[in-house]
Every structure is written in structure tokens, then in C-alpha cells.
């Protein structure tokens, strides 16, 4: 297929200027990204509009067949948003009261939300620090020293069931994968991948390169807006590498229902919409040269921060001897100091846009207060010191050149 050159110049939207007296450079621009691909969008939007046929269909099952192709896995199915997805699955394995899942303290609220919202408990185990991924040493020790086998598998002191595990691709950066199917293989524990923020990132596993989401039993994926690859409102994909599980959460994403007006489950509303689908579809063929482009970005910011390396760490790049710019598909770019809420607040002096991802971590949210107390340190200092920098694929050279000099004027 062809691909027009979304980075050409003449494609790129000015910088939206305001009255005030510095230019804004923003966190994000989903602006720029449709103006070089409004045409085509449109007319997608508008043949949806023509058929009147709104939910599910066959926009939706080309992009699930795109889907399937690009992470290698059995079936996939495509959702109302990535916390849907997540929810689907977990309800597919019928994980409910009784239960645990394990995951990261670190990472976006929904993980743990779905397994609670189920009446299961979420578990947390920490970080690594390089990468911020889930440690599967640590996971592994856990498992020795906190849990015991019991008829019904692997069980907390307390009894509940370990169901699952899952590990979220953080930031664009696939999990140890090895380490965490290896430490889950030998108890007989299914793997749920987390790659919300990793569509298209490759892992390079022993024996062959695998894609995020592709990598274990199951794996969701977010298209919300601001992701690498984002629709016009909520939209996700759960997949499984079972098709006897696939057919189970295609039922259970309408309703439970099969045939028409027969529930023998009760499943929910996650279906996606024909609009979304058209529209992730056509942006899809895209999302390599974006996932490039953010790399090439990314190696700026770290050769210009090099020589701050007492001050910052910039992201650790675990694969890049094996897959180069494919090994991280930096959904974000996150710099580490213990200075971080003064530098967030002389970029946005300097009109810069910066965000923290995440500032609590989820064993201190409000919410989770009835898991009692716990700590994960590395979690707790990456939730104190991480700055994610702006690093969509349409920043100009330029733009990027402003972001670096504002940081080194900080530092110097
Ligand atoms: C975005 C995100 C989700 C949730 O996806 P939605 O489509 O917003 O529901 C889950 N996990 C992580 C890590 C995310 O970044």
C-alpha cells in the first residue's frame, strides 16, 4: 500500500498560536495528525454514515483480521475501550470472588479496576526500576514466599486463587516476557498482556520475535485518542490465543447472547462502533511510521540529555541491540529526577506541555484502601520522579529542539 509521508512539511500544521506572550508547544496534538489524513478519514466517516449500520459489522471484522495478523495471536475481538476488554476477558475466565489477580502498582488505574469491579482481589508486585515493567524476580519470590499450592491452584495465605497475572507493557516497552511466562508456566498461571500503550511493539523472546499483546493466553489493547494508534472516542480489542476463549468473549461482549434473545451467560454491552473501526482501519497502515518517528524523537531527547546523566535517566532500552527502533514504541517518553515538580513547572513557564504518568501509585490509591497497607518502593519513587516529555510524531525538529534547551536550561 501506499503511504503519503505524514511528516512532510507541507502537511504540518503551523504551531496554534495564541495572544499570549509565549507560543504553546503542547503535551499532545491529535489536530495535526487528522489534518494529514482528513480526506481520507472523512470519507470513511461518511461511507459509515451512508450505510447507517453502527455497531459491529464488517468494518469491525476487517479491523479485528488486521489485528490478528499484527500481534499473531488466535482471535481477536474488538471493544467498547481497553478496560472493557480487560473486564471481557477476566469475565470469560470467570475470575470473581475468591480470587486474585497479580499486576503492577505502577501503571494507568484500569489494570486493577477490572479485577476489583469482578469482587476479586488485585495483588500488586513491584517494579523494575530500569525498565518500570513488572519484575518477574520479583514476582517469582512472591509466589515462593507468600503463596501455596492448593487443589484449586496457587493460593494466597488467605485463600484466594491466583487466576492470573498481568503485566502491562508500560510506557510502549514489552515486559520481560520470558522471565514473567517462565515464573507463570511452572504454576500452571494464565497471562493477561496489558498493551494498552504497545500495539506493534516487538519483544525478542528465546526463540523468535513476538509482538506485544501476542506473547501469552490473552492481551487487550486501548485506542483511546491519545494512544499510538487512537480513535474518535472510546474503542479497544481484547485477544486470546484460545479460539474455544474467543468464542466465549465474543458471546459474552453482547450480552451472553447466542442465539438472539438466548442468554446462557451474562455477558455486557463492549462491542465497538463501525466509526471507530473505519477510522483505525485506515489510520492503522500508519502506525509503523508514527512508532518510528517516536523513536527518532526519543533518541534526541537522550543524546541531548547525556550529559545531564547525574540528573536524569532517560528511558532504559532493554531490546535495541536485537531489534533497534522496534523494540519500544515510546507511547511515552519519561525522564526520572528527583527534581521533577520543579522542572514541571519551569517547562510550563516556558509554554511547554508535560504530564506525570502516574503520580499515585495504585496500592496508595483511596479506592484500594481496603487492601490494608503495603509498599512497593521502587513504584512509590518512580510515581515521585517521573516527567513524561511531549513526543507525538508530528513535533517538528524544531519543537523538539525547544523541549531539549528548556530542560538543559533547567540543568545548567
Ligand atoms: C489506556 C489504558 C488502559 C485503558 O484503556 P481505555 O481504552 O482508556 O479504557 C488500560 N491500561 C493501560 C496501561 C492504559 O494505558
Known amino acids: 500500500m501506499l503511504l503519503k509521508n505524514v511528516f512532510a512539511p507541507e502537511s504540518r500544521a503551523s504551531d496554534s498560536s495564541d495572544n499570549s506572550r509565549v507560543t504553546k508547544l503542547p503535551f499532545f496534538d491529535l489536530k495535526t495528525q487528522f489534518q494529514s489524513l482528513r480526506e481520507e478519514i472523512l470519507a470513511e466517516i461518511t461511507a ?3 450505510a447507517q449500520a453502527f455497531v459491529l459489522g464488517p468494518k469491525v471484522e476487517s479491523f479485528e483480521q488486521q489485528i490478528t495478523e499484527l500481534c499473531g495471536c488466535n482471535t481477536a475481538l474488538a471493544t467498547s475501550s481497553g478496560t472493557d476488554a480487560e473486564l471481557l476477558i477476566l469475565m470469560a475466565m470467570e475470575v470473581s470472588l475468591g480470587d486474585a489477580v497479580v499486576t503492577t502498582p505502577f501503571t494507568f488505574f484500569s489494570t486493577a479496576g477490572g479485577v476489583a469491579r469482578l469482587g476479586a482481589k488485585p495483588l500488586f508486585v513491584d517494579i523494575d526500576p530500569a525498565t518500570m515493567n513488572l519484575d518477574p524476580e520479583k514476582l517469582g519470590k512472591f509466589f515462593e514466599r507468600e503463596c501455596r499450592e492448593s487443589p484449586d491452584g496457587l493460593a494466597t495465605k488467605d485463600g484466594l486463587i491466583i487466576r492470573a497475572v498481568i503485566p502491562v507493557h508500560l510506557f510502549g516497552l514489552c515486559c520481560d516476557m520470558d522471565g514473567i511466562r517462565e515464573v507463570c508456566g511452572q504454576r500452571r498461571i494464565p497471562v493477561i498482556e496489558d498493551a494498552a500503550q504497545a500495539l506493534g511493539a516487538k519483544y525478542p523472546s528465546k526463540d523468535r520475535v513476538e509482538r506485544a499483546g501476542g506473547m501469552s493466553e490473552f492481551g487487550f489493547f486501548s485506542f483511546y485518542p491519545t494512544k499510538n494508534l487512537g480513535a474518535f472516542g472510546d ?5 486470546a490465543g484460545d479460539a474455544e476463549f474467543g468464542r466465549k468473549m465474543k458471546i459474552l461482549r453482547n450480552h451472553g447472547m447466542d442465539p438472539r434473545y438466548y442468554h446462557s451467560e451474562i455477558g455486557g454491552n463492549f462491542r465497538m462502533d463501525a466509526i471507530q473501526a473505519a477510522i483505525l482501519s485506515k489510520k492503522l497502515p500508519y502506525l509503523e511510521q508514527w512508532s518510528k518517528r517516536r523513536w527518532e ?13 547525574r540528573k536524569i535517566m532517560v528511558p532504559f532500552e532493554p531490546y535495541a541491540a536485537q531489534l533497534g527502533s522496534e523494540g519500544h514504541i515510546y507511547h511515552q517518553f519519561v525522564i526520572r529526577t528527583p527534581a521533577r515538580d520543579s522542572l514541571r513547572e519551569h517547562l510550563e513557564e516556558q509554554g511547554i506541555g508535560t504530564e506525570i504518568y502516574y503520580p499515585v501509585a495504585l496500592h496508595h490509591q483511596k479506592c484500594f484502601a481496603y487492601l490494608g497497607e503495603m509498599r512497593f518502593p521502587e513504584s512509590e519513587r518512580a510515581a515521585a520522579e517521573c516527567l513524561s516529555l511531549p513526543i507525538y510524531p508530528e513535533l517538528t525538529d524544531q519543537q523538539i529542539d525547544r523541549v531539549i534547551d528548556s530542560v538543559a536550561q533547567f540543568f545548567n
Open 235 to 239: 474503542a479497544g480489542m481484547a485477544v
Open 297 to 309: 524523537i526519543a533518541q534526541r531527547y537522550k543524546d541531548a540529555f547525556a550529559k545531564f546523566s
Open 48 to 50: 459509515v454514515c451512508d
